[in-house]
């Protein structure tokens, strides 16, 4: 084995070998994060939202729990007697919100999601301050995607082309193209678009790489502005911002895939899916990656699912159907689902509820 060879060995191992961070920053991370048996990392439950940093939490109850249910001749569903607390305590109450849904920032500010099913005009998002103050209402057709950013000034919004960057404090909307995916963080905004990654600074950009994702999944940024990673559903990648570079790459197979990431502090977790068809299992786990490249594993909740086996007969009498079908690398939506686009395009089209 070649010097050359052994130092990219001991690299790369120390990369993605599974070794073990302190048990007091896994618990850290692991406590944070409340891991989903797909892999995903939920800051939603049943009637409760949560700030990503878990120190704010919103609850309210459902003037319906049918969200099919028709309602003045349109349908949906509505939240009532929302409460707002921080680290336990009751921050404020508001009776009657007028919204669907929610998004709570690290700072305790929120996003009411107004929308009206079967309406071309799409959302319209209520920012309310940590106090319950009105701060800003901002208007949206054919939205469909939503999120703050993390230092909690910003909202993102994915509509009419563009990605939307609004500041609710001091009223401001700054356009960037439009993404698949995308990450604020202070005066960062990282955009995942198919096969191209772009970060901006101050709406000025500062650097573009191709990734060769045809279906970014998520993508997150450090909370020092340091470092960058990217997720489908096979691949990670991860850039550093200062050398504006790909410093790390890593792929899964199998029965394994990429489902989300994100950065508590600096440190980056990913969410990977287990799923076995053929036993019925759906189990997520978190990767915890730390600036040294250091790597542990935490499993998290499995669910089960019946299998079910074609009688012999039938087996000789059919093809298996390939699952997912080409092109798409994901398992398909069987029903209408949450802010689908629906309707027959253009002015026509309305976002399902």
Not at 134 to 148: D, I, N, Q, T, Y
Request: glycine fraction near 8%; hydrophobic fraction near 40%.
């Amino acid at each position: 084995m070649s010097a050359l060879y052994r130092v990219c060995f001991i690299v790369l191992f120390s990369f993605f070998g599974i070794t073990q961070l302190s048990a007091q920053s896994a618990k850290a991370v692991g406590e944070l994060l409340e891991l989903q048996p797909n892999g995903t990392f939920a800051t939603t439950a049943n009637n409760e939202a949560r700030s990503a940093n878990g120190e704010w939490r919103a609850t309210y109850e459902l003037a319906s729990s049918d969200i099919l249910m028709r309602r003045d001749g349109h349908g949906g569903r509505a939240i009532q007697n929302l409460h707002v607390f921080q680290n336990g305590s009751l921050a404020h109450s508001i009776s009657e919100p007028k919204a669907a849904d929610l998004y709570i920032s690290n700072s305790g500010m929120l996003a009411l999601m107004e929308v009206e099913i079967h309406n071309v005009d799409g959302a319209k998002v209520h920012f309310v301050s940590q106090t319950g103050a009105p701060l800003h209402r901002v208007a949206f057709k054919r939205a469909s995607g939503f999120a703050f950013s993390t230092d909690c000034n910003s909202f993102g919004v994915i509509a009419d082309g563009n990605l939307h960057v609004i500041n609710p404090l001091n009223k401001t909307r700054t356009l960037y193209p439009e993404a698949d995916q995308f990450a604020i963080q202070n005066q960062l905004v990282a955009i995942s678009k198919g096969k191209k990654l772009t970060v901006y600074e101050n709406n000025t950009e500062l650097f573009s790489a191709e990734t060769g994702f045809l279906y970014p999944r998520a993508i997150a940024v450090s909370a020092d502005q340091n470092s960058l990673a990217v997720i489908d559903k096979r691949n990670l990648q991860i850039y550093d911002l200062s050398k504006k570079q790909l410093t790390a790459s890593n792929n899964l197979s199998g029965n394994k895939s990429y489902r989300d990431v994100t950065y508590v502090e600096n440190q980056l977790a990913v969410g990977v899916h287990y799923l076995n068809r053929t036993e019925g299992i759906s189990r997520g786990s978190i990767h915890l990656i730390d600036a040294a490249g250091q790597r542990t594993i935490a499993n998290g909740p499995e669910k089960r699912f019946q299998v079910f086996e074609a009688a012999p007969e039938t087996k000789q009498e059919t093809q298996t159907i390939p699952w997912p079908f080409v092109p798409f690398d994901s398992m398909h939506t069987v029903w209408n689902y949450y802010e689908q686009h629906m309707g027959l395009g253009g002015a026509n089209r309305y976002m399902h509820q």
